[in-house]
């Protein structure tokens, strides 16, 4: 299909500019013979995608210019295409390889599709949010581009979603606030450790994968969480929100950067030995009328059905959902919220296999108290076909908000309350400070996106389809299509 070519230039066959197809070469170039070299996308194994390049020889130079821009013009009407991007590469991600996987593999097929580009190598955390909320002259641009993990694809997010809502006035620290969905799509070449978030919308991680899908202006829309503490922002989350291991995971792994991606399985390790549960309640508002649930053993996939329709749900059906509030109070190994699968190459199925990329809800799970061998059986799952929901101590919820508030951290009304109903304000102060005795610690973090969070009781809202990527969501192996053939257009 036209849509799936990069781009189409003519060469003479005489001058040799061009490598010849080796099938032509019988044909003695004539005078006035000219060559047309077509660049396309071509589907390899796992969702993989490579640039291909054919080239045709014709008789007429007059008919090969006409076929030339012919399709040029074609390929500049989809409406799709970017043009001009900005570029953040952050150099530290990841195995350091960020600048060097741009230059050598993405940089060049950009300039062929005849994309310009503008190029910042980040020189500090925080640098890319920063210059996109303040610096950044957006109109110039249509979409971003971000190479790094999902640290860095996080800093894009915030960047841009914050400069969005100021721009549109809204106020992104009310909980309640609805956000305006940001213009500029996004586009994430891996370079990072986990990737989750390229790996669950492309179904691979492969930075020429990821710059195909962004030459062809692919676009995926996709929820966002904002987290809040009383009515203070904190941070969004595209992928993972988790409090107890994954928190735990995370602030054990930031001491051991220098190890690169491995520092998660050593930190993970360590975390699963140490075995910490943590109090807590948990408050959500379930999701209701919408399409799916976390356990139908469905999956997200290009053009999914269901994000479809619970997208466009979404809006008016709000109001029946509240009121419909639950709490579940007790001791948990693990609290986390998958807005998406979090499907990454240490577990192809992910957190929660079943969950939507844009359907407007978040996956609440709940991991109780249980045996290290329990718990184990439970992580396990997540890299074989069984179900780890389906465990007595595991539950799951697809909802639209919810609140944690870690057992010693009671606000001052209850804490007020403890007092006058029982005399028990010094207790509290004690436990404060020295819940559980001082065996084990009170409090995890939560691990948001990678980050750790400055606050442990917070308030979480799923924002429906807040932005879009550069992707299509994963694709369904087509059996009968033969993908190897340009001219099928
Ligand atoms: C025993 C094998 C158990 C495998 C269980 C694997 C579950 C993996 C689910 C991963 C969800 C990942 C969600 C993604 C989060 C990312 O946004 C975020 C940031 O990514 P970035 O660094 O690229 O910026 N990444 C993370 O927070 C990393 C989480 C990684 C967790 C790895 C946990 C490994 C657990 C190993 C347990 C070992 C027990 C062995 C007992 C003998
Ligand atoms: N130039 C830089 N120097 C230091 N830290 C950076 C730089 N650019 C980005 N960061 C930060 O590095 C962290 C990790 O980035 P990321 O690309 O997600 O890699 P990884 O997947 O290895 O964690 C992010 O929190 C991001 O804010
Ligand atoms: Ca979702």
């Not at 329990?374 to 069984?386: G, I, M, Q, V, Y």
């Not at 389906?390 to 539950?395: E, G, N, P, W």
């Not at 429906?464 to 190897?484: H, K, M, N, S, W």
């Given at each position: 299909?036209?849509?799936?070519?990069?781009?189409?230039?003519?060469?003479?066959?005489?001058?040799?500019?061009?490598?010849?197809?080796?099938?032509?070469?019988?044909?003695?170039?004539?005078?006035?013979?000219?060559?047309?070299?077509?660049?396309?996308?071509?589907?390899?194994?796992?969702?993989?995608?490579?640039?291909?390049?054919?080239?045709?020889?014709?008789?007429?130079?007059?008919?090969?210019?006409?076929?030339?821009?012919?399709?040029?013009?074609?390929?500049?009407?989809?409406?799709?295409?970017?043009?001009?991007?900005?570029?953040?590469?952050?150099?530290?991600?990841?195995?350091?390889?960020?600048?060097?996987?741009?230059?050598?593999?993405?940089?060049?097929?950009?300039?062929?599709?005849?994309?310009?580009?503008?190029?910042?190598?980040?020189?500090?955390?925080?640098?890319?949010?920063?210059?996109?909320?303040?610096?950044?002259?957006?109109?110039?641009?249509?979409?971003?581009?971000?190479?790094?993990?999902?640290?860095?694809?996080?800093?894009?997010?915030?960047?841009?979603?914050?400069?969005?809502?100021?721009?549109?006035?809204?106020?992104?620290?009310?909980?309640?606030?609805?956000?305006?969905?940001?213009?500029?799509?996004?586009?994430?070449?891996?370079?990072?450790?986990?990737?989750?978030?390229?790996?669950?919308?492309?179904?691979?991680?492969?930075?020429?994968?990821?710059?195909?899908?962004?030459?062809?202006?692919?676009?995926?829309?996709?929820?966002?969480?904002?987290?809040?503490?009383?009515?203070?922002?904190?941070?969004?989350?595209?992928?993972?929100?988790?409090?107890?291991?994954?928190?735990?995971?995370?602030?054990?792994?930031?001491?051991?950067?220098?190890?690169?991606?491995?520092?998660?399985?050593?930190?993970?390790?360590?975390?699963?030995?140490?075995?910490?549960?943590?109090?807590?309640?948990?408050?959500?508002?379930?999701?209701?009328?919408?399409?799916?649930?976390p356990?139908?053993?469905?999956?997200?996939?290009?053009?999914?059905?269901?994000?479809?329709?619970?997208?466009?749900?979404?809006?008016?059906?709000?109001?029946?959902?509240?009121?419909?509030?639950?709490?579940?109070?007790?001791?948990?190994?693990?609290?986390n919220?998958a807005s998406m699968s979090c499907?990454?190459?240490?577990?192809?199925?992910g957190l929660s296999p079943a969950a939507?990329?844009?359907?407007?809800?978040t996956d609440?799970i709940?991991?109780?108290?249980?045996?290290?061998?329990?718990?184990?059986?439970?992580?396990?799952?997540?890299?074989?076909?069984?179900?780890q929901f389906?465990?007595?101590?595991?539950?799951v919820?697809?909802?639209?908000?919810?609140?944690?508030?870690?057992?010693?951290?009671?606000?001052?009304?209850?804490?007020?309350?403890?007092?006058?109903?029982?005399?028990?304000?010094?207790?509290?102060?004690?436990?404060?400070?020295?819940?559980?005795?001082?065996?084990?610690?009170?409090?995890?973090?939560?691990?948001?996106?990678?980050?750790?969070?400055?606050?442990?009781?917070?308030?979480?809202?799923?924002?429906?389809?807040?932005?879009?990527?550069?992707?299509?969501?994963?694709?369904?192996?087509?059996?009968?299509?033969?993908?190897?053939?340009?001219?099928?257009?």
């Open positions: 299909a036209v849509s799936e070519i990069v781009a189409v230039t003519q060469g003479d066959a005489a001058s040799g500019r061009h490598r010849n197809d080796g099938r032509w070469q019988k044909m003695s170039p004539r005078t006035e013979e000219v060559q047309e070299h077509m660049s396309y996308v071509e589907r390899t194994r796992q969702h993989r995608w490579r640039c291909s390049e054919v080239t045709f020889q014709c008789p007429e130079g007059a008919l090969c210019r006409l076929w030339v821009s012919s399709i040029t013009e074609q390929l500049q009407a989809l409406a799709g295409r970017p043009k001009r991007l900005l570029v953040y590469i952050n150099p530290f991600g990841g195995k350091q390889q960020g600048r060097r996987v741009y230059e050598q593999k993405v940089s060049p097929l950009f300039a062929r599709a005849g994309i310009a580009t503008h190029v910042i190598v980040t020189e500090y955390a925080n640098h890319a949010r920063d210059h996109l909320r303040t610096q950044a002259e957006l109109d110039d641009f249509d979409g971003v581009v971000c190479v790094g993990g999902d640290g860095m694809f996080s800093e894009v997010v915030h960047g841009l979603v914050w400069r969005t809502q100021s721009d549109a006035g809204v106020d992104h620290h009310s909980p309640e606030a609805e956000l305006q969905p940001c213009r500029l799509r996004i586009g994430i070449i891996p370079a990072g450790s986990t990737d989750c978030i390229c790996f669950a919308t492309v179904g691979t991680n492969d930075p020429v994968t990821s710059a195909l899908h962004i030459i062809v202006g692919d676009s995926q829309p996709m929820d966002v969480c904002s987290v809040h503490h009383n009515n203070t922002f904190l941070r969004y989350s595209i992928s993972l929100l988790g409090y107890g291991f994954y928190g735990d995971v995370l602030t054990d792994s930031e001491r051991k950067r220098w190890m690169g991606p491995a520092r998660y399985d050593f930190s993970g390790l360590k975390t699963f030995l140490t075995h910490h549960y943590y109090e807590g309640t948990v408050s959500y508002l379930p999701a209701r009328g919408i399409m799916g649930n356990r139908d053993r469905t999956k997200c996939r290009a053009g999914c059905l269901v994000c479809q329709h619970n997208g466009r749900l979404h809006q008016e059906q709000r109001a029946e959902c509240d009121g419909e509030w639950r709490t579940v109070r007790g001791k948990f190994l693990a609290i919220a499907a990454c190459p240490r577990s192809p199925k939507h990329l844009a359907d407007g809800t609440l709940l991991v109780r108290k249980c045996s290290r061998l329990d718990f184990l059986r439970h992580l396990l799952r997540h890299t074989s076909k069984d179900d389906d465990l007595a101590f595991v539950d919820h697809r909802v639209r908000r919810f609140r944690f508030t870690p057992r010693y951290c009671q606000s001052d009304s209850e804490l007020e309350l403890d007092l006058r109903e029982n005399g028990k304000r010094l207790f509290s102060q004690i436990c404060r400070d020295h819940p559980a005795c001082g065996c084990a610690p009170a409090y995890s973090s939560w691990n948001c996106d990678g980050e750790i969070l400055t606050h442990t009781a917070i308030e979480v809202g799923v924002h429906c389809q807040l932005i879009r990527l550069f992707a299509r969501g994963i694709e369904e192996p087509a059996v009968f299509e033969d993908f190897t053939n340009p001219c099928a257009i």
